[in-house]
């Protein structure tokens, strides 16, 4: 792969836009709209949604952009990622609530721990923090989840750390490199990449990594944090309430369908050569992510609802249930495309592209930095994805299919680098498990950042032979 030497060509190839102002100004203006957006979260503790949308206008009036036409611009790059990416969440929140709900995903768990034994444990809990996490946002998952991990360690004698780290990996590779996850989705959009293929590859980076960051660092992290007190928050958890549950066959299936979908159109697209073949339209319709997400929550709601013997009304007011919760992450991704389109209408896409090409630095790695940069300030992957695709989105021009989905999990990859304070997730982990600051740093902290380096460090190594 040549992703260097294709940069220049990417300047060639850039979109018409005129640049609104000199080089070096326009830089200052990305800069300084950047750090806005960074202050704006991290030190006056506005929601990402306003400090993206003040971001893309203090980045257009610094840059001398007419106002109207900056507007113009937030507001096209919203509509066209609410639009595109919007749904797909949308629905993937309903499914992940019906799976919830109708004890899906306690079946999948019971199935795989009680099938393991003590050495065998942490890898059954790393496939069920990945399982879980496909469909669902990674707080949503650790929620779910909680009352499992504390009650497996309770019951096998195993620590919180040796049971819960690899279970935490799988859940959050799947966040930051496997669609039809939100996050990766978010870049797959604005980057324009394939998603059968992202997905194919992404499985390749994800499956290594929860391995390395999961099962295996758990050993070591557990002796480092050290004796954790006891779990008693869910000695008689809620989520197992529910009498009837679908089988574990059939949520297993369920759970997998979307993917399979998604996979089946990327197979046809490589093996037919022939748009108008059959086979291929059928396959290039239901592998369409709306279409397989969409007829994933319908077979969900048969599958797993009659399973549960959940009802009409018990149905609806689960799918319904899905949806408030998301609202915000909505919102933000949304701006990220708003933020996206300020930077590509002002002219700044092609500067970075001209800087990037004269660097020398390979595009991966950049993609990888800015993520990483942006998830330090900021404290939240969906931002680093949003920003950081938005950055990316005029290198890949001239770029090939694979080389374009790779750029998406490098950024995917950087998304996870280091949670700390300033990280949600970070508390909810600490407070959750009992842990100090210190044993959270030498635990979560640093699982997430094996998962980041290790992801990059794959996907350099996909580029040589793609």
């Given amino acids: 792969m040549t992703l260097q030497a294709t940069v220049p060509d990417v300047v060639r190839a850039a979109d018409s836009t005129q640049p609104v102002a000199g080089s070096a100004h326009l830089l200052v203006a990305a800069l300084i709209g950047i750090a806005v957006i960074v202050l704006l979260i991290t030190q006056v503790k506005l929601h990402p949604f306003l400090a993206l949308t003040l971001g893309s206008l203090v980045v257009a009036i610094i840059a001398g952009e007419n106002l109207a036409d900056a507007i113009t611009s937030y507001t096209t790059g919203f509509g066209t990622t609410a639009a595109g990416v919007g749904t797909l969440i949308a629905l993937g929140a309903m499914f992940g609530k019906l799976l919830a709900d109708s004890g899906g995903a306690d079946e999948i768990v019971d199935t795989i721990v009680g099938r393991s034994s003590d050495r065998t444990l942490p890898w059954a809990m790393a496939l069920v923090g990945a399982?879980?996490?496909l469909p669902m946002f990674f707080e949503i998952g650790l929620v779910l989840l909680m009352p499992v991990i504390m009650l497996v360690s309770r019951r096998s004698g195993q620590s919180l750390i040796a049971v819960g780290i690899p279970t935490l990996a799988g859940l959050s590779v799947m966040h930051g490199l496997v669609p039809p996850h939100p996050g990766p989705l978010v870049a797959i959009a604005a980057l324009k990449a394939d998603l059968g293929i992202t997905l194919a590859l992404g499985v390749l980076v994800a499956v290594p990594t929860a391995v390395l960051a999961g099962p295996l660092f758990a050993r070591y992290a557990d002796r480092w944090v050290g004796e954790v007190p006891a779990p008693t928050m869910y000695d008689t958890p809620e989520s197992r309430t529910r009498v009837d549950r679908p089988s574990f066959p059939v949520t297993l299936a369920t759970v997998l369908l979307p993917v399979v979908l998604m996979l089946g159109k990327a197979v046809a697209d490589i093996v037919y050569d022939d748009p108008g073949q059959p086979v291929q339209k059928v396959l290039d319709i239901i592998g369409t992510p709306l279409v397989a997400l969409l007829v994933a929550v319908l077979v969900a709601m048969v599958s797993l609802g009659r399973g549960a013997r959940m009802s009409r009304q018990e149905l609806t007011a689960s799918v319904e249930s899905g949806l408030p919760p998301i609202a915000g992450i909505l919102l933000i991704v949304s701006a990220g495309g708003g933020f996206k389109q300020t930077l590509v209408?002002?002219?700044?896409?092609?500067?970075?592209?001209?800087?990037?090409?004269?660097?020398?630095?390979?595009?991966?790695?950049?993609?990888?930095?800015?993520?990483?940069?942006?998830?330090?300030?900021?404290?939240?992957?969906?931002?680093?994805?949003?920003?950081?695709?938005?950055?990316?989105?005029?290198?890949?021009?001239?770029?090939?299919?694979?080389?374009?989905?790779?750029?998406?999990?490098?950024?995917?990859?950087?998304?996870?680098?280091f949670s700390h304070v300033?990280?949600?997730?970070?508390?909810?982990?600490?407070?959750?498990?009992?842990?100090?600051?210190?044993?959270?740093?030498?635990s979560w902290s640093l699982m997430e950042t094996i998962i980041s380096v290790c992801g990059i460090v794959f996907v350099l190594l996909l580029s040589l032979v793609i």
Avoid at 427 to 441: A, I, R
């Fill in 131 to 133: 399982l879980i996490g």
């Fill in 345 to 417: 209408d002002t002219g700044i896409g092609e500067v970075v592209a001209k800087w990037v090409a004269d660097s020398g630095l390979s595009v991966l790695l950049l993609a990888w930095l800015v993520a990483v940069f942006i998830r330090l300030a900021t404290g939240s992957a969906t931002v680093a994805t949003v920003t950081a695709s938005g950055i990316l989105a005029p290198l890949v021009n001239s770029l090939n299919t694979g080389e374009t989905s790779l750029l998406v999990l490098a950024i995917g990859s950087g998304s996870l680098f």
């Fill in 422 to 442: 300033n990280d949600a997730g970070f508390w909810l982990v600490k407070e959750y498990f009992g842990l100090t600051v210190g044993q959270n740093l030498k």
